[in-house]
């Protein structure tokens, strides 16, 4: 079955760390999306990439960096210049062609946690 | 700029009574509207969206919603709760032919269906 794997499930950051959330897609998607989910505050864009080797800043890419080496994955580092990484980060697709009227598709979730 | 209004945190419902979960809007233009469900330590499920057409919407799990352009609304509705209902709900836009750029997500209501 098609779809988006994100690894690890949970995750453990000691401060100062940098480490890297994993994203992979075999839906043939272009555009692949980074979330950050924190109680209260709904799903907040980190960064996206329409195409490979390009991307775009979201609302709160201070402290993250990402990649789009492949078509089929885009990898989310959270650096050590991130002052509050503990959360809940989601990994989504959707094609490029059309209108825009695709759902996107989303992957299980990391939980991060700064110990 | 696109924005998404869930107005509840949470609502409460008996189980077997109608639930309804509120979403408006802003956008310029046109919208495509998406609801998601989450549950715990989950990714976000693709409920139902609104393209263009009736302005009542089917889902799965027996979920519709109804689109009301003049109120900017796209409440989620379901006739009969579910304990299994139980959840965290997110409506989501884009502006039509915008292509593929992100969804702006609502900050979601939990919806508590009690048996």
């Known amino acids: ?115 | 700029a696109q924005s998404v209004a869930q107005p509840e945190d949470q609502v409460n419902v008996a189980e077997g009574n109608p639930l309804t979960v509120k979403c408006t809007y802003s956008v310029s233009g046109n919208p495509y509207l998406f609801w998601y469900v989450q549950y715990p330590n989950r990714g976000l499920q693709f409920l139902l969206k609104y393209i263009t057409g009736d302005n009542l919407v089917k889902g799965s799990y027996g979920f519709e919603a109804e689109f009301n352009k003049s109120q900017t609304s796209f409440h989620l509705k379901k006739p009969s709760a579910l304990v299994s209902d139980s959840a965290l709900y997110f409506c989501a836009v884009r502006a039509l032919n915008s292509g593929n750029t992100p969804l702006v997500f609502g900050k979601g209501t939990r919806l508590s269906v009690i048996a």
């Open chain 1, 1 to 115: 079955d098609g779809g988006i794997t994100q690894s690890p499930k949970y995750l453990f950051r000691k401060e100062g760390q940098n480490v890297t959330l994993s994203c992979e897609q075999n839906l043939n998607h272009d555009a692949m999306y980074w979330y950050r989910q924190d109680p209260g505050q709904g799903l907040r864009l980190i960064y996206y990439s329409q195409i490979v080797n390009d991307f775009q800043k979201g609302d709160i890419a201070e402290g993250y960096s990402v990649s789009r080496e492949k078509k089929e994955s885009f990898p989310l580092t959270v650096t050590s210049a991130q002052k509050n990484p503990t959360a809940f980060y989601l990994c989504a697709s959707t094609p490029l062609t059309g209108p825009g009227d695709y759902a996107a598709t989303f992957g299980s979730g990391t939980r991060l946690t700064v110990v």
